[in-house]
């Protein structure tokens, strides 16, 4: 059995607007055409995070590097942030880019008042419970953790979501 590998994106060696290798964007409304300008790394009151300042909706930034596209099981961490009621966030997950527009999303959107974050599938299929009774409130950092396995016949997801700080 080969080690698991371990890929980490830290941005600390990057500058605000900045594009990391191997992150590829794809344009609004679920596009499969690219465009690298939309998702970049911003300061965030002093901490580097990648982010956009899109209004767009349904835009997407696809990790293409280290063979990523052989990824069949592995857990995702990071955090993300939400800065004004009026947007979205979320994190895609076990894309297919660019070979079709299937993919999942950790996601939270349609505001004012929102949605908590849940797991949303695009060009595929889900069953289970898919929230996670988290609703985000702008200016907070939120945690989360991802877990994705091909079992062969279906794609098992385990997620989490948190407000920095909490357990």
Same mark, same amino acid.
């Given at each position: 059995?080969?080690?698991?590998?371990?890929?980490? %994106?830290?941005?600390?060696?990057?500058?605000?607007?900045?594009?990391?290798?191997? $992150? /590829?964007?794809?344009?609004?409304? &679920?596009? =499969?055409? *690219?465009?690298?300008? +939309?998702?970049t790394v911003v300061d965030?009151?002093?901490?580097?995070?990648?982010?956009?300042?899109?209004?767009?909706?349904?835009?997407?930034?696809?990790?293409?590097?280290?063979?990523?596209?052989? $990824?069949?099981n592995y857990v995702l961490?990071?955090? =993300? =942030? +939400?800065?004004?009621?009026?947007?979205? +966030?979320?994190?895609?997950?076990?894309?297919?880019?660019?070979?079709?527009?299937?993919?999942? *999303? +950790? *996601?939270?959107?349609?505001?004012?008042?929102? %949605? =908590?974050?849940?797991?949303?599938?695009?060009?595929?299929?889900?069953?289970?419970?898919?929230?996670?009774? /988290? *609703?985000?409130?702008?200016?907070? $950092?939120?945690?989360?953790?991802?877990?994705?396995?091909?079992?062969?016949?279906?794609?098992?997801?385990?997620? &989490? /979501?948190?407000p920095e700080g909490d357990?």
């Open positions: 059995v080969p080690a698991a590998a371990t890929y980490f %994106e830290g941005f600390d060696e990057l500058g605000p607007g900045d594009n990391p290798a191997g $992150w /590829v964007d794809t344009e609004a409304d &679920n596009s =499969m055409t *690219r465009s690298d300008s +939309l998702f965030s009151g002093g901490d580097l995070a990648f982010g956009t300042s899109s209004s767009s909706v349904n835009i997407h930034t696809h990790y293409t590097g280290d063979d990523a596209a052989n $990824w069949t961490t990071g955090r =993300m =942030m +939400l800065d004004d009621y009026n947007g979205g +966030l979320g994190v895609t997950f076990f894309s297919d880019y660019p070979n079709s527009d299937s993919y999942y *999303r +950790l *996601r939270s959107g349609s505001f004012p008042g929102g %949605e =908590m974050f849940h797991i949303a599938p695009h060009g595929t299929t889900i069953t289970g419970d898919t929230s996670t009774d /988290v *609703r985000p409130t702008p200016g907070v $950092w939120y945690k989360f953790r991802i877990s994705v396995t091909d079992t062969g016949d279906a794609t098992q997801i385990d997620a &989490n /979501v948190w357990t």
